[in-house]
């Protein structure tokens, strides 16, 4: 018979490269770990995992258990779950991804205060710049900025989001501001490599008008996958970056930039939320903590700092 204790420890078996890898996920020796595994490979009478002292590989047998262990997991977490919050409770855990400097700064403050009102469930947050890049099984709750190239996932709009053309003022004041998009091939631009966007191609269209969009071809002088680098480069008079309005508010307000073209659009960039289909994605927790927030972003916070 199999546990979920059984299950559990191969799930980590099966995250990890080498058994030393998984010995120390599971704060173990990896003798303890060698030995664990061929006595849960002797009681079902097959070979889980084929070893190499470089790489663990799953047998087919090692890739069934992974797949129906997880969702018998799964399963058990919802039923606890479920049972719990008969009485009122909100436990488990979460697993939220976020890119870098969103998740900073509005993320992780929600995360960290829904913590303190569920003291039942642990929340992971991971930061990353290529969040979409996550094995699918591995989180619960993705937070997403821009366009969205996989319409099958479930997702909730948490918050709007613009972006903006914009500079420093000594930089537009040097170099002049530009009149219509095609203007920008004369100026030094600023370019954020996200979510494998084409993001040389700047689409700008009209406000209050029904002309066609226009599609202007960058060749960025400086290029990041960093927006804080991005944004610095601009504030150090560097050139014209388009940035998120969540990102550029405060410096907008402040006047430590300012924006270009502004009787232009340019695609908006929503916060949404991807609720993963294979991961509980209406567990009380998940939905408790996109309430959170949600609040947290109603009205979006960087709409006052525009104001301010």
């Not at 991005?230 to 388009?242: E, Q, S, T």
């Amino acid at each position: 018979m199999l546990s979920t204790d059984d299950i559990r420890f191969f799930v980590a078996i099966a995250a990890a490269s080498t058994l030393a890898a998984a010995a120390r996920a599971l704060d173990v020796t990896p003798p303890a770990v060698s030995q664990r595994l061929q006595g849960l490979e002797q009681r079902l009478g097959v070979q889980l995992v084929s070893r190499s002292p470089r790489r663990l590989t799953l047998t087919d047998e090692g890739e069934l258990l992974l797949l129906r262990g997880r969702a018998l997991l799964d399963e058990a977490a919802e039923l606890t779950e479920a049972l719990q919050a008969r009485r009122g409770s909100i436990t488990g855990h979460l697993k939220v991804l976020a890119p870098l400097g969103f998740g900073r700064r509005h993320v992780a403050p929600t995360v960290a205060a829904f913590r303190s009102r569920h003291p039942g469930v642990s929340v992971e947050l991971e930061l990353s710049d290529r969040p979409g890049r996550a094995a699918a099984g591995s989180w619960d709750i993705m937070i997403h900025i821009g366009t969205l190239k996989d319409s099958a996932l479930r997702l909730q709009r948490l918050a709007a989001n613009e972006r903006f053309l914009c500079a420093s003022p000594a930089y537009l004041k040097q170099r002049g501001v530009p009149a219509r998009p095609r203007d920008l091939r004369e100026h030094d631009c600023i370019a954020l490599r996200e979510n494998e966007e084409d993001v040389t191609l700047w689409r700008f269209s009209r406000k209050r008008a029904r002309s066609p969009s226009e599609v202007v071809r960058i060749e960025p002088m400086l290029s990041s996958n960093d927006g804080d680098v991005v944004k610095a480069w601009a504030l150090a008079d560097r050139g014209l970056i388009v940035r998120s309005e969540w990102d550029v508010a405060e410096d907008l307000g402040a006047g430590r930039l300012v924006r270009a073209l502004s009787n232009y659009h340019l695609p908006p960039a929503d916060v949404v939320a991807l609720l993963n289909p294979g991961r509980s994605g209406r567990a009380r927790r998940t939905q408790a903590f996109l309430e959170s927030l949600r609040a947290g972003l109603s009205p979006p916070p960087w709409r006052a700092a525009r104001k301010s």
